[in-house]
């Protein structure tokens, strides 16, 4: 039983050796106000002076003090011969900081303290948290664990900061918040109990007092007459563990060296011969409490072992499984270096396939990543990058009329043919191709993203490799960006290479006609409406508002507008019936199509087979057109009013005015209009008809682009490095020469290894400890 407080400060000295505070061991903590006498009753325990004496504050680092019995034998320090002889071992001292030094002469332990505390928290006043570990090993010693801490101060002094008292009690609840420590709780007698730090700081952490000791110290300087045996039996303050009274050697004594020896006894008499005390001098002095706190202590470690003993357990588990995360050293030996490669190696690929795939066991649910975002690219990002090219980007008027008079040769001509749509779309396509190179350089980069992140926890372990796997997978990928954006720049070329205005999705002539037609035909209606309206007014004021003329036949004003304008729409109907069929006849006697583009410059081709009017020739006309000449230019150049061009379009001049046209008056218009300086009315109708063919044209070229490029970069991009990434891996890195570079271990891994396995020999090692002693 009495081997428990050596087994605890066995438990220590492990723990000790890794700094680990995982285990809260039970141990006596001493708390008391500045001077109350705390270093007085551990060196009236120990009975050696070794504390540092001197005025104001003196303990600036907590004093772990493990006392260890030599006279009964102890856990590892034997004080019994090989002989069976007592053992006469002189008292001695150890500190954790020493490891190799014992000190017999305990005047030099007091300076080793003095030096060790001044080495941390400085020579001035300061305070540190740090510990100084102290071992006594004495015949005359209980095994006892006591922890003496820095005084509660109030004022600062020296170094200390101006927050002394904060950090001070901070440390002291530090050590006493532990619910395995026992609060020795020292209390001067001749201050009044009410204001003891030491009873308050232990009221807030143990307000039960369940384990707190009361520890009075200079009862031998209480007033006269006055004497704590209220306190001291319990009734004055109630705490589970009791009060005990001690008296300490004062400062006159410690100034004569007055020996322990002396002191002692002194105490002794003091309570036997005290009026107050004489009935309980047996509970009173320090040999009582040094006594009752080892039984204490004892009884503590016994009540808490199994706790300790169930963390252990818990502990043992956990750092195993930390230490198996590191992964097995052993494994990296020479027999199974090629297959730990080759199992890291083809994890890697499986991690990098399964994450283009989708299919990952990692698959994170806050943001897309892998396969999903190239998709993501494809779907939104490329399509909006597409959707939010302009068709007409960069396509000024000016550049309009001089891609179809450049077209058309010296001769300024009435006609914009093919050629000039050809010079104007072609430019238009190329604006396609930075968001399609953009496209494979976003699946690119995702796929670089991808396979950072493969490989998962087992290759942290080995960054070289992890690079190296990283390195490779980047080279197959850079090696396929190349061919990707040479095909996707291709397919831009091969759609600038031919613009097919067959297409059937095109609107070609008739369609923009059409598109046209109606346009102006909805403004006309409009201007016949309003004129109607007008008319109507015009004859309801004719009549006087208030006319009773209006009331009797309000029709007819309004007929008379009517009929006006029905015979007005009538003679247009006409008109345009007989346009369609000149148009019908001209077709099917394959007037459009034997007109080429080149015809307008007086060279044209032979007759086109093709059944299906190119655009330009249903749309500009053609050489077989009655008098040579484009309807529409005619109409638009014979329009003074753009609402009336659609109506001109479908009508040839003849039916409209029969007037010839002016050619000589038409090349000078031409000439003028040069300069750019405005353009009238028919130009500007020109401009926007070839706007409108040019974003019929590339809305169809964007649609294939769109479809393509992803389809080029899932074949020759991601499928591709999916498909050769395990074989490019293997033949790069399975190669037993590499093995031994690809094999280096992290150095902070292998260091926290060791930290690591060393804690779990220890929590072992402890555990062992606590179950040989149960
Ligand atoms: N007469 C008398 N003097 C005592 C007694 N206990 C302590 N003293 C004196 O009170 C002063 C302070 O005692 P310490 O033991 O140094 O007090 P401490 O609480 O350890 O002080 P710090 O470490 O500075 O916080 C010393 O001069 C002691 O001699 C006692 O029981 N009787």
Redesign the pocket.
């Known amino acids: 039983m009495n081997d428990l407080i050596p087994l605890v400060n066995k438990l220590q000295d492990v723990f000790n050796t890794i700094g680990s505070d995982q285990i809260d061991l039970p141990q006596i903590v001493v708390v008391?106000?500045?001077?109350?006498?705390?270093?007085?009753?551990?060196?009236t325990i120990v009975q050696k002076d070794f504390?540092p004496?001197?005025n104001?504050?003196?303990?600036r680092r907590p004093l772990v003090l493990q006392l260890v019995n030599t006279h009964l034998g102890s856990m590892g320090h034997s004080s019994v011969s090989s002989d069976g002889t007592p053992n006469e071992a002189p008292d001695r001292a150890e500190f954790l900081h020493l490891p190799n030094k014992q000190f017999f002469d305990f005047e030099e332990v007091r300076k080793e303290i003095e030096a060790e505390t001044a080495r941390v928290a400085g020579q001035n006043k300061a305070i540190s948290r740090t510990p100084i570990h102290l071992k006594i090993f004495s015949k005359n010693v209980l095994n006892l664990t006591l922890v003496?801490l820095?005084?509660v101060t109030k004022i600062p002094v020296g170094d200390q900061p101006t927050d002394i008292e904060k950090q001070t009690r901070n440390l002291i609840l530090d050590y006493i918040l532990k619910p395995n420590s026992v609060i020795l709780a020292?209390s001067?007698a001749n201050v009044d109990l009410a204001n003891s730090d030491s009873l308050k700081l232990a009221r807030q952490v143990d307000p039960e007092a369940k384990r707190t000791i009361g520890v009075l110290?200079?009862?031998?300087?209480m007033d006269a007459g006055t004497n704590s045996l209220d306190i001291l039996s319990g009734r004055a303050y109630p705490l589970r563990l009791g009060f005990i009274g001690?008296?300490?050697?004062?400062?006159a004594?410690?100034q004569v060296n007055k020996p322990m020896a002396d002191a002692f006894k002194s105490e002794t008499e003091f309570f036997q011969n005290h009026p107050a005390y004489r009935a309980i001098a047996h509970r009173c002095g320090t040999n009582f409490l040094a006594k009752t706190l080892n039984t204490i202590l004892m009884n503590h470690i016994r009540d808490k072992l199994p706790d300790i003993k169930a963390k252990l357990n818990s502990l043992i588990g956990q750092t195993q499984q930390e230490l198996t995360s590191y992964g097995d050293p052993t494994f990296t030996g020479k027999a199974h270096r090629g297959s730990l490669i080759l199992q890291l190696l083809t994890k890697f690929a499986s991690d990098f396939v399964a994450a283009i795939d989708g299919t990952s066991a990692e698959i994170s649910t806050k943001e897309l990543c892998g396969g999903a975002r190239i998709y993501y690219i494809f779907n939104n990002v490329f399509g909006a990058a597409l959707d939010s090219v302009n068709p007409c980007e960069n396509l000024s008027v000016q550049d309009i009329r001089t891609a179809i008079r450049n077209s058309t040769g010296p001769r300024p001509s009435l006609f914009v043919p093919e050629i000039a749509f050809d010079l104007l779309v072609k430019p238009q396509i190329k604006l396609l191709e930075p968001p399609s190179l953009r496209c494979v350089e976003l699946a690119y980069e995702e796929l670089v993203k991808i396979c950072h992140n493969c490989g998962g926890k087992d290759l942290s372990r080995f960054p070289r490799f992890h690079a190296k796997l990283i390195e490779v997978v980047s080279d197959l990928l850079r090696e396929r960006l190349g061919p990707t954006s040479d095909y996707v720049e291709s397919l831009i070329s091969i759609q600038r290479s031919y613009i097919n205005t067959n297409h059937p999705d095109f609107i070609g002539g008739g369609g923009a006609m059409s598109a046209l037609e109606r346009a102006s035909q909805k403004k006309k209606k409009d201007v016949d409406r309003t004129r109607r309206l007008s008319a109507v007014n015009m004859a309801l004021a004719g009549n006087g508002s208030d006319s009773p003329a209006r009331e009797e036949n309000p029709e007819k004003p309004l007929s008379s507008a009517m009929a006006n304008l029905s015979v007005h729409q009538a003679a247009e109907r006409a008109d345009r019936e007989r346009e369609r069929e000149r148009l019908n006849h001209v077709s099917q006697h394959g007037g459009p199509n034997n007109i080429s583009t080149s015809s307008v410059n007086g060279s044209p081709h032979g007759p086109n087979s093709g059944s299906k009017d190119t655009f330009m020739n249903y749309f500009f006309g053609g050489q077989q057109q009655r008098n040579d000449r484009p309807i529409l230019q005619e109409s638009i150049h014979r329009s003074g009013n753009v609402h009336n061009v659609a109506k001109e379009m479908v009508m040839p001049k003849t039916v409209l005015d029969g007037e010839p046209l002016d050619f000589d008056k038409k090349m000078d218009y031409m000439t003028d209009s040069e300069e750019f300086s405005g353009l009238n009315e028919r130009e500007d109708m020109e401009t926007q008809l070839i706007r409108s063919l040019i974003t019929s044209y590339f809305n169809i070229t964007r649609k294939s682009i769109q479809d393509l490029v992803p389809k080029a970069v899932m074949h020759l991009l991601v499928n591709y490095s999916r498909e050769a990434v395990q074989n490019r891996l293997v033949a790069t890195l399975y190669k037993e020469e590499l093995f031994n570079d690809l094999l280096q271990e992290d150095d902070n891994l292998c260091a926290e290894r060791a930290k690591c396995k060393a804690m779990l020999d220890v929590f072992k090692n402890a555990f062992t400890i606590i179950n040989e002693a149960m």
């Open positions: 008391g106000s500045q001077s109350s006498g705390k270093s007085s009753v551990l060196e504390l004496r001197g104001g504050v003196v303990t003496d820095p005084g020292v001067p110290t200079k009862l031998d300087l001690v008296v300490n050697r004062s400062q004594d410690i």
